[in-house]
């Protein structure tokens, strides 16, 4: 029965998308900026947004991309904020508002569903 639960999981592939001043990443820079340790890429201020916490999308986005799950990631952030050390990305509700935030946000960066992928989208890592 988990088995069957996760399969969506693994089937969604999701994809990190910037706006078009923003270059190709690593996994290492990926994580740090959802991390907040890193705000700035190449000279540009980076902008990330996550799709809302109990997308299966974000779920899979945080186990792909920063090898955490819901819970771990929330603490994380909350433990953060508490201690002044930055708020955590803005959330956004669908993989549409994503992509038009990162189109017209300069410096942005969210992930979204292959599906959801756009010509002209600037895909800054694939897994």
Same mark, same amino acid.
């Given at each position: 029965?988990?088995?069957?639960?996760?399969?969506?999981?693994?089937?969604?592939?999701?994809?990190?998308?910037?706006?078009?001043?923003?270059?190709?990443?690593?996994?290492?820079?990926?994580?740090?900026?959802?991390?907040?340790? @890193?705000?700035?890429?190449? #000279?540009?201020?980076?902008?990330?947004?996550? =799709?809302? %916490? $109990?997308?299966? !999308?974000?779920?899979?986005?945080?186990?792909?991309?920063?090898?955490?799950?819901?819970?771990?990631?929330?603490?994380?952030?909350? @433990?953060?904020?508490?201690? #002044?050390?930055?708020?955590?990305?803005?959330? =956004?509700? %669908? $993989?549409?508002? !994503?992509?038009?935030?990162?189109?017209?946000?300069?410096?942005?960066?969210?992930?979204?569903?292959?599906?959801?992928?756009?010509?002209?989208?600037?895909?800054?890592?694939?897994?």
């Amino acid at each position: 029965m988990a088995l069957a639960a996760a399969a969506p999981l693994a089937l969604a592939g999701v994809v990190v998308i910037g706006n078009g001043n923003l270059p190709r990443l690593d996994d290492a820079q990926v994580q740090k900026i959802y991390s907040g340790k @890193v705000v700035e890429v190449g #000279g540009v201020t980076v902008a990330a947004v996550n =799709l809302r %916490s $109990g997308n299966t !999308v974000r779920a899979h986005f945080l186990q792909t991309y920063l090898n955490q799950d819901e819970e771990k990631y929330t603490a994380y952030w909350t @433990v953060r904020r508490y201690i #002044g050390k930055g708020t955590p990305p803005r959330e =956004l509700a %669908s $993989g549409a508002e !994503v992509v038009n935030f990162v189109q017209t946000t300069p410096g942005a960066i969210g992930y979204v569903e292959d599906a959801d992928l756009k010509p002209g989208l600037n895909i800054l890592l694939r897994k």
